[in-house]
């Protein structure tokens, strides 16, 4: 006797061919992606019970998908804790589909070669959901006091790379990431003054930033466009403060300038 759920059909032996021709899909890949797509919404680790209230289903249902997820290695959960969150599988998927992002692919390769020139580490990063995104990051021969891991996200206002995305990107995209730094910041940045470093860094084509992110640090960044992307790129290199003499950073900062036209004229944009 033959179901008439097709997912049971096809697992049960039945051939997919009526599956493919009927497009009606595989539900239970379905559910899989929604557990996913709540991980993702929730912004870090979350319980049992808030990623079933946020996929709308049952945590008895939600604990048997996140078995099979766990074990192709999609999602994990912490021992201690108890929460889930995306394993190493969907953090290496995540890294590749960034990889293979043309923009991304051809800013790497220049980023690269910066770092060889300057001898300085210098990271790219991309507009993300919370703010800018490390999507590479080439270290460089004058050790620093900080590991970066791919996939970090930068503060908005008190990173080099953060001002360029401020300075080139609609509110409409910045203001949900915007409004939480300036509450945790408090009075420190006033409307005007977001807006008069968004035109300086707009006017000087790159933003500085001394000791923004962690303390004894310089960062220099600029953005790189792509003909039919409006979303920018930033690449950014970082320095010591005790190499950053005037003359040098200067000599740095001309070299970033010339790796972000160099890239975007790559990428077919036209000044």
């Known amino acids: 006797m033959t179901s008439t759920d097709p997912e049971k059909n096809v697992e049960a032996g039945e051939s997919p061919a009526a599956e493919v021709l009927g497009r009606q899909g595989i539900q239970s890949v379905e559910t899989a992606m929604l557990i996913l797509l709540a991980l ?21 249902k939600v604990h048997r998908y996140l078995v099979s997820l766990g074990r192709t290695g999609l999602t994990a959960q912490d021992p201690a804790s108890g929460l889930y969150d995306f394993g190493a599988a969907m953090r290496r998927m995540g890294a590749e589909a960034l990889r293979r992002t043309n ?39 004058r050790p620093l006091p900080l590991t970066v891991r791919i996939g970090a996200t930068l ?13 080139h990107l ?13 509450r945790r910041e408090g009075n420190n940045w006033s409307a005007e003054r977001r807006e ?26 600029a953005p790189v466009f792509a003909a039919n992307d409006p979303l920018p790129l930033a690449i950014s290199v970082v320095l ?17 300038r010339r790796t972000v ?4 004229q790559e990428l077919g944009h036209l000044p």
């Open 196 to 221: 008069d470093l968004a035109a300086q860094v707009r006017a000087d084509g790159h933003a500085v930033t001394h000791s923004g992110v962690l303390p004894g640090l310089i960062s220099v960044a």
């Open 155 to 167: 503060p908005l206002l008190t990173s080099s790379v953060g001002q360029v995305f401020l300075a």
């Open 40 to 60: 993702e919404s929730g912004g870090g680790a979350l319980s049992l019970s808030a990623i079933a209230q946020a996929s709308g289903m049952q945590p008895s």
């Open 261 to 264: 036209q160099e890239a975007s």
């Open 103 to 141: 923009e991304v692919a051809v800013a790497s390769g220049h980023a690269t070669r910066l770092r060889d020139r300057t001898g300085h580490s210098v990271n790219l990063a991309v507009w993300g959901d919370r703010g800018p995104v490390v999507v590479s990051w080439a270290y460089g021969t």
């Open 240 to 256: 010591p403060e005790s190499l950053g003499t005037p003359e040098h950073l200067a000599d740095v900062t001309g070299e970033l």
């Open 170 to 182: 609609p509110t409409s995209l910045t203001g949900e990431v915007l409004a939480g730094e300036v």
